[in-house]
Antibody, heavy 120, light 113 residues
Framework: QGQLVQSGAEVKEPGSSVKVSCKAS????????LNWVRQAPGQGLEWMGG????????NYALKFQGRVTITADESTSTAYMELRSLSSEDTAVYYC?????????????WGQGTMVTVSS | DIVMAQSPDSLTVSLGERATITCKSSQSVLYSSNNRNYLAWYQQKPGQPPKLLIY???TRDSGVPDRFSGSGSGTDFTLTISSLQADDVAIYYC?????????FGQGTKVAIK
């Protein structure tokens, strides 16, 4: 079935950056799309972007373009999401989620989530 | 972007009764070449990540109880819980994966009456 394990909680100051990792196990890493979805406290789900490891091609939501970078390391089956110029509005739980193939599929496996708190 | 609108925002249902959630997309998510609706439903319990329940609008994911069912096509979809159990208390989200950016409904909170 597969599993995604994310890095631990982070506390960041406004204006700084955060990098969250997502390590995959089970299945073939390069055959999936790894997506990043965030959820602000008490709010809904928001897709930020995704990457297809086999071609290292990332696709971003317009809202985050220029401020987020998603990368993948096939050698360690790990995806990363870096978000820059943080503000309090970026305080949220960040999830990685797997989709089959090129991304036109449901998110069948989710990481446990990483809480990012932006505060001075 | 495709906007997903769920209704109601919340509902309370007695144990053993039926719960119905609707999801409407701002444009069709039916891909005519394969006749598939690119629509999924997720369940999220407090402090947990979302869990996939239904994909292709009506296919249950592995291990999902058969009291959960999905239906609909084009722009109008429904998630039905045929006999609500205590374990079903959660927030439910629909999502389209027809066109990037993938978008979610605002969520429907299901509680026990």
């Amino acid at each position: 079935q597969g599993q995604l394990v994310q890095s631990g909680a982070e506390v960041k100051e406004p204006g700084s950056s955060v990098k969250v990792s997502c390590k995959a196990s089970g299945g073939t890493f390069s055959s999936y799309t790894l997506n990043w979805v965030r959820q602000a406290p008490g709010q809904g789900l928001e897709w930020m972007g995704g990457i297809i490891p086999i071609v290292l091609t990332a696709n971003y939501a317009l809202k985050f373009q220029g401020r987020v970078t998603i990368t993948a390391d096939e050698s360690t089956s790990t995806a990363y999401m870096e978000l820059r110029s943080l503000s309090s509005e970026d305080t949220a739980v960040y999830y990685c989620a797997r989709a089959q193939g090129g991304g036109f599929d449901a998110f069948d496996v989710w990481g446990q989530g990483t809480m990012v708190t932006v505060s001075s | 972007d495709i906007v997903m609108a769920q209704s109601p925002d919340s509902l309370t249902v007695s144990l053993g009764e039926r719960a119905t959630i609707t999801c409407k997309s701002s444009q069709s998510v039916l891909y005519s070449s394969n006749n598939r609706n690119y629509l999924a439903w997720y369940q999220q319990k407090p402090g947990q990540p979302p869990k996939l329940l239904i994909y292709w609008a009506s296919t249950r994911d592995s291990g999902v109880p058969d009291r959960f069912s999905g239906s609909g096509s084009g722009t109008d979809f429904t998630l039905t819980i045929s006999s609500l159990q205590a374990d079903d208390v959660a927030i439910y989200y629909c999502q389209q994966y027809y066109s990037s950016p993938w978008t979610f409904g605002q969520g429907t909170k299901v509680a026990i009456k």
